[in-house]
């Protein structure tokens, strides 16, 4: 079993992502093990899809993205990831299609409400979400599970978005929910420690 674990660098206002600061935690916690790859993509549309085709390419069994979600409050797990590609807070025109002829919508395989129960059973607020958005969080999922497709390998791809961890929180004028990084990371432990049972 080969996993794939990524994150996002920082972003427009924000000098940290508690995507990546998650999955740096998650590695404090646990020493990196030969069965999972971790990754730091750029916020950038060109250079995430060549980088995340070159990472496809190496032959994993199940991938998981991470993105960070300001003013979420619970760890989402998405659902669906559409074939669109720009900012939320753009024009309309500002949104185009990822893939020309590429599907409208891929859907998650990955057991979301299994996830979702044992996130809960340990106290960490999570929701099941309908689509990623349509920025690069929503692209990377897309993309991912198109590549899968055209490669006519069946590999599950999921995405997580995170709410703001508190340091990145504590001194903002705005009173934006966050979780604590360690809890973010126990919730990405969770669900890792669930792929690998489900591949023994």
Not at 4 to 29: C, D, K, M
Not at 112 to 131: F, G, K, M
Request: glycine letters at 6%.
């Amino acid at each position: 079993m080969r996993v794939l674990l990524t994150a996002f660098e920082p972003y427009g206002q924000w000098p940290t992502n508690s995507s990546w600061l998650t999955l740096v935690e998650l590695l404090r916690i646990r020493p990196p093990t030969s069965w999972l790859v971790t990754r730091r993509y750029p916020v950038d549309f060109d250079r995430l899809h060549s980088a995340l085709y070159k990472d496809l390419s190496q032959g994993f069994d199940a991938v998981l993205h991470l993105g960070q979600a300001p003013g979420s409050a619970t760890v989402r797990l998405e659902t669906l990831a559409v074939n669109a590609g720009g900012s939320m807070s753009e024009s309309g025109e500002g949104v185009e299609r990822l893939i020309v002829d590429g599907p409208e919508a891929y859907r998650s395989h990955m057991p979301l409400n299994r996830w979702s129960q044992r996130l809960r059973e340990q106290a960490i607020p999570t929701q099941i979400s309908y689509h990623a958005g349509t920025y690069l969080c929503n692209a990377i999922m897309y993309l991912s599970h198109h590549w899968v497709a055209q490669s006519d390998r069946i590999i599950p791809v999921g995405f997580v978005h995170l709410p703001l961890a508190t340091e990145q929180v504590v001194t903002s004028s705005q009173p934006l929910p966050s979780l604590p990084v360690a809890t973010l990371a126990q919730a990405v432990a969770i669900i890792l420690d669930d792929l690998l049972e489900q591949a023994v």
